[in-house]
């Protein structure tokens, strides 16, 4: 993931994100890309990763990456994402 992008999900994650969930258990990054927490952590679901069904982007204590869905409690139902293009100012 470049800057670019990290500074994008990490905007969103200061919006709220999809939703949030809490951490039933410590989850120890396993790969460059998981989201590493500990129980009881409050982690911002970012989006649910496509063909994953249990696997999902999340941000927590300034970290974004993928976490297991079994590993948290969703406190709601997730909202479903909406894709918008930025239009760029012409001068």
């Known amino acids: 993931m470049d800057a ?6 990490t905007r969103f994650a200061a919006k709220g994100g999809i939703g949030k969930c809490t951490a039933l258990q410590d989850c120890i990054a396993e790969q460059p890309e998981d989201l590493m927490f500990m129980k009881d952590d409050e982690i911002t679901v ?20 993928n976490f297991r869905g079994d590993a948290v409690r969703f406190h709601s139902r997730l909202k479903k994402p909406v894709l918008t293009k930025r239009q760029s100012a012409v001068s």
């Open 46 to 65: 970012l989006m649910q990763i496509p063909g994953q069904p249990d696997l999902y982007l999340g941000y927590c204590e300034g970290v974004v990456g």
């Open 4 to 9: 670019t992008e990290l500074g994008r999900w």
